[in-house]
């Protein structure tokens, strides 16, 4: 029934690309048309567990030797472009060979096209490349950092994004994604924030879901569509001291009530691919662990996609200290469920020699090797390997109006507006249009480069607007003037002086900070989340200079960061202090639309800003403990030398106006475990301009069985409202959301009070409650038992 699938020899070596592979996917469909007996487009629902793509999957595995097989569970980087520590690069010959079934960091159409061909029309089975490449906030037109995204507080954004990362991707020639990223990080030294959602499994779950939805679109076939891959599972986040590919020391609990939401619910939004992470939880690395990539993510959550290594997180067994040898590692790793291999090559060179000593099972091998090619099938791949990558649409495509439009509303929802007082009888901000002349101080307002942020791989510096390009836009009849100030990794203050003059000269001030745009990301953790170098010594020279002339001028400061910094000084003495974070291609621009007052801040904090590096970890949902902090009672849960609040809390961000809220209802007051409510808000705004507020909902179990967080975000909503308009902002809560771990890990929702909160953020005080009356509800088993 599957000749058609026999490989040809030379004869297709002389046959066109286009006509090779008509023939070859008809071959594919005249097998599929027999053994389903029905129209194959009546049988390919959902892309991934679609019967089309597994039967393909069946009939190509069947013509394999072990060595091709090894080869699709293989991915190489190309050579010039190494993400990490250096490693051999795939070339054609070993496409050709059928040693490699995908790679990283290969793009371009027209390079994409010229390997392609060689796996289509040379290799001996002629299965296509899967391509892969970290995508992470943007192709060539690049987004906020996935930090500064979850401070929009706005799904719908983060798909937009996603989606439009994914047409720019596409005609590049590009198949696969490494995002989302889905870490829960509460520790800001980690230098990987950035490229997640910040501290909330909630908000990272929604972010999660909206990014695959983005990236993958309603049709992975489509060849607008990316697969999505998510990443770093599981709990990379919790690295010990921040320190990067640190070990995770976490309990099952903290496991699945903090970390592993997100990836759930990626994994339900129908994410094709996940990566395993660095780090181990309870002494096994995440590359052998088979009860989380089998049990949990395959079995408990249905996933039907594949698992890729991170970068030579195989070999990295060895020093991990669980495998003594490269073969061993290739055997472990695979056994827990590590279907491919990124970048170190043990399993292709090692794991043919253990099958044929009967050491390793070629059944987990197949599949292993089923698993990929179903992928690649779902993607298209079989019918257009080329999935309509050309130079016509990289044209189109690549940083198109369109796109630079969107990156800039997406860029102005991001920034967060920390403080605004008033100043000469106004607010700081927003600065007024008629302003005569702006000092700008800081090396970070020239640095375009900065702005794109880590994982910005195809970003282009001379593609992306400065600060000061975008004020100088926004304010052309202001005098600006620019002082580079410090810079950020030395301690050198030469510049203070000139910053200072500057200062002096101007009716207003504005003081950028924070951090270049590599100092978070991989391998970038900081021991210290303080302004670097001596930035907080030229905020304090201008400051005072521009104080002790009895000058009440405005002095803002706009923070660049991939983290939370601790700025204690800069909230207590300048003006204002608003979060830039890193926004990609529009960062200027989107800044002064803010700066100026063309929209209103409307981002919130994914993240708690702590007031010292000493308070971390700190994150609003925390446990009450038995001696919750208490001023008046020293034997309370607190520090001696600083308060136990953070600087500012999750959730926070403030508006040009005002809002209020009120009129709190709960759609019921008591109900059972198995029943959902509506918890209704009004939410006015109370000021003098047009706003957009995110309305946040937080919720406690008063009393369970096992102690709870003092409150958890479980609704928000993006409300856009005109000065004296309100509102009623309606916030529904399933059984889902009111469940908990019990002792047994099982999933319920128990008898007892509930406090629901409402308001502008993780802080809020407004409160109604509810009862849920009657039997404990169950609404999933406990998880597989960790062994
Ligand atoms: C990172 C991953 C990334 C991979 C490929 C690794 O070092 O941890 O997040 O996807 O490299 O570039």
Known sequence: MLTGMRPKGNRLLVTGPVRVHTALVRSFVVALVFLASMPIAAVAQTPLISKRANRIADSVLKLMTLDEKLGQLTQTPSANDQTGPT?????????????????????????????????????????PLLLGYDVIHGMRTIFPVPL???????????????????????????????????DIARDARWGRIVEGAGEDPYLGSVMAAAQVRG??????????????????????????????????????????????????????????????????????????????????????????????????GVLELMPHGIAADSATAARRALHAGVDMEMSSMLYRNTLAAEVKAGRFPLALVDSAVHRVLRVKAALGLFDDPYRGASADRERKE????????????????????????????????????????????????????????????????????????GLRRALPNTRITFARGVPLDSIRTSGIAEAVQAAGAADAVLLVLGER????????????????GAQLELAQAVVRAVRAG??????????????????????????????????????????????????????????????????VPIYYAHKNTGRPADANNHYTSKYLDLPWTPLFPFGHGL????????????????????????????????GKRAGTEVAQLYLRDDAATVTRPVRELRGFQRVALQPGETRTVRFSLKPQDLAMYDREMRRVVEPGTFTVWLGGSSAATLES???????????????????
Do not use: C
């Open 655 to 686: 508006s040009y106006t005002t809002f209020a809220y009120g009129n709190v209802k709960v759609s019921r007051e008591k109900l059972r475990g198995s029943d959902s409510l509506t918890v209704s808000v009004d939410v006015t705004n109370s």
């Open 769 to 787: 409650h509810f009862t849920v009356t009657g039997d404990v509800v169950v609404l999933a088993k406990a998880p597989p038992v960790f062994r």
């Open 517 to 532: 745009g590599d100092m978070s990301g991989e391998a970038s953790s900081r021991a210290s989340i303080e302004l670097p």
């Open 398 to 469: 690549i940083l198109s109006a369109d796109k630079r439009a969107a990156a800039r509303e997406i860029a102005r929802e991001s920034i967060v507006l920390l403080t605004n007082n008033v100043v000469n009888g106004a607010p700081a901000l927003p600065l007024s249009r008629e302003l005569r002349s702006l000092a700008v101080i800081g090396t970070l307002a020239d640095d375009s480069a900065s702005t794109l942020g880590s994982w910005s791989g195809q970003g282009r510096k001379e593609d992306a607007i400065s600060v000061l390009t």
């Open 215 to 312: 990236f993958q679109g309603d049709n992975l076939a489509s060849p607008t569509s990316i697969l999505a891959t998510v990443k770093h599972f599981a709990a990379y986040g919790g690295a010990e001291g921040g320190r990067d590919y640190n070990i995770v020391p976490i309990s099952d609990r903290q496991l699945f009530e903090v970390y592993l939401p997100p990836f759930e619910a990626a994994a339900r939004a129908g994410a094709g691919t996940f990566m395993a992470s660095f780090n181990e939880i309870s002494g096994t690395p995440s590359h052998a662990n088979d009860w989380l990539l089998t049990d949990v993510l395959r079995k408990r959550w249905s996933f039907a996609g594949f698992v890729v290594s991170d970068w030579t």
């Open 550 to 615: 009895g000058s009440s001028k405005p002095v803002i400061a706009v923070l660049m960061n991939g983290r939370p910094l601790a700025i204690p000084w800069l909230a207590d003495s300048t003006s204002a202090v608003a979060v830039s974070w890193f926004l990609g291609v529009e960062h200027g621009n989107a800044l002064a639309d803010i700066l100026i007052g063309a929209e209103s801040p409307s981002g919130k904090l994914p993240v708690t800003f702590p007031r010292a590096t000493g308070q």
């Open 148 to 182: 500064a995204m979850a401070a929009t507080f706005d799904s719908a954004a983060a798909a937009r994004a996603a989606h439009i990362a994914a047409l720019e991707a596409t005609a590049m020639g590009l198949h696969w994604t490494f995002a989302p990223m889905v």
């Open 87 to 127: 490693v051999d690069a795939g070339g054609l010959q070993q496409i050709r060979a059928g040693k490699l079934g995908a790679f990283l960091n290969l793009m371009g159409a027209d390079v994409v096209r010229k390997f392609q061909r060689v796996a289509v029309e040379e290799s001996r089975l002629h299965i």
